[in-house]
Structure formats: C-alpha cells, structure tokens
T-cell receptor
Framework: DTEVTQTPKHLVMGMTNKKSLKCEQHMGHRAMYWYKQKAKKPPELMFVYSYEKLSINESVPSRFSPECPNSSLLNLHLHALQPEDSALYLC????????????????FGDGTRLSIL | GNSVTQMEGPVTLSEEAFLTINCTYTATGYPSLFWYVQYPGEGLQLLLKATKADDKGSNKGFEATYRKETTSFHLEKGSVQVSDSAVYFCALSSGGSQGNLIFGKGTKLSVKP
C-alpha cells in the first residue's frame, strides 16, 4: 500500500471544467511534488513545494495551479485544460529536498489518470 | 547537465532467467541513485537506492551497485518471476538546491511463464 494517497484515481473533464486533484501524506515529509507522466515516458516534474512554499515551477502553464494548504496536503487545481494535458498525474513526497548529497528518496502515490475531452 | 541513460526496452525474459538492466549517469558532485518500478496502472515504487560510491542497494532479490569509476548503477536479479513484469526507471538525485529526481527513459520488462 502506498503511503501517498491521491484522489480521484480517474478523472474525465471537458476543456471548460474546473477540477482539483488531491494528494495527502502522513509521513511527516516536508517536500511535495507534482509530476506529469505521458504513456511510455518517465515522469516530468511540474512543481515542488518545500515547507509549504512553492520552490520550483517548471514553466508549467497557468491552467495548472498548485496549492499546499498544510504540510500533509497538496492540491492541483485544473482549469481550461487542453486535450494534450491528458496524462497520469503523480504526487510524491520526501523528507526534505536539496542539501549536499541529497539522499532522500521520493515516495509516489498511484496517480490520477486524467482525460480531457 | 545531469542525465541518466538506461537500456532501451522492451526486455522479454522467461521465468527464472537472469536480469540485467543497464543504467549509466552523468552528474556533477555526488548524486544519490535510485531504481523505481512502475507496475501497470500504478504509480512509481522505490525499489532500491544507493547514496555513495560502492554502496549496494538491494530489495526483493534485486541488486544494484553504485560504481563511480564507470558512472553506472546496473539493476540485476538472479531469477525473475512473472510478477516482476513492469517498467523500471533509473534515477538520480542531484542534490544541491534542486533535490530533483532525474529519470532515465524507463525499461519495460516482460517475464513469460
């Protein structure tokens, strides 16, 4: 069983809809991540939160809006998505990020499979 | 910049065969190295890790040794099972102010009974 919980597991939405993806972890991790994974590709980093503050935004379009309400929760708000945004969205967490010799593994959830009609 | 190169798949093996998936990396400093596994319809699971040269990570019969002289972290298993069928990702953590994972392209393994 994964210790990072993502909901919903599947989401189908139209291009004009607004929806949110949710991620929760109770491991006391202070870094949380959103990734996008297309079929047969590795995950691509979208956002990094460290101590509830956004620290990395990998040039993600503004139709994706992350939010970290507290140290256990991470949301991804979606609005006006395009068909090419259909993918598996993965959340991950780690004890911390950065630092010399960073050896903190990231723990992933099972993802939300998003389909844009 | 930092990068990870792993062997192209797919790899198809018979049950109980020996598995090697090659992974080499390019990095400045002293990265940590990881193998993740992704079963169909699931997220990524950490399979094993190594944080310094000559470290050997192991889990569920899989092993990988951090070889700084050859900048490699090859994944091996002596006897694969059908349940090992999955996609395997080699990754490095660059440390510093980023702490991001850099993934290889993934290798799909299919094990036939």
């Amino acid at each position: 069983d994964t210790e990072v919980t993502q909901t919903p597991k599947h989401l189908v939405m139209g291009m004009t809809n607004k929806k949110s993806l949710k991620c929760e972890q109770h491991m006391g991790h202070r870094a949380m991540y959103w990734y996008k994974q297309k079929a047969k590709k590795p995950p691509e980093l979208m956002f990094v939160y460290s101590y509830e503050k956004l620290s990395i935004n990998e040039s993600v379009p503004s139709r994706f809006s992350p939010e970290c309400p507290n140290s256990s929760l991470l949301n991804l708000h979606l609005h006006a998505l395009q068909p090419e945004d259909s993918a598996l969205y993965l959340c991950a967490s780690s004890q911390d990020r950065g630092g010399v010799g960073n050896n903190q593994p990231q723990h992933f959830g099972d993802g939300t499979r998003l389909s844009i009609l | 910049g930092n990068s990870v190169t792993q062997m192209e798949g797919p790899v198809t093996l018979s049950e109980e065969a020996f598995l090697t998936i090659n992974c080499t990396y390019t990095a400045t400093g002293y990265p940590s190295l990881f193998w993740y596994v992704q079963y169909p319809g699931e997220g990524l699971q950490l399979l094993l890790k190594a944080t310094k040269a000559d470290d050997k990570g192991s889990n569920k019969g899989f092993e990988a040794t951090y070889r700084k002289e050859t900048t490699s972290f090859h994944l091996e298993k002596g006897s694969v099972q059908v349940s090992d069928s999955a996609v395997y990702f080699c990754a490095l953590s660059s440390g510093g102010s980023q702490g991001n994972l850099i993934f290889g392209k993934g290798t799909k393994l299919s094990v036939k009974p």
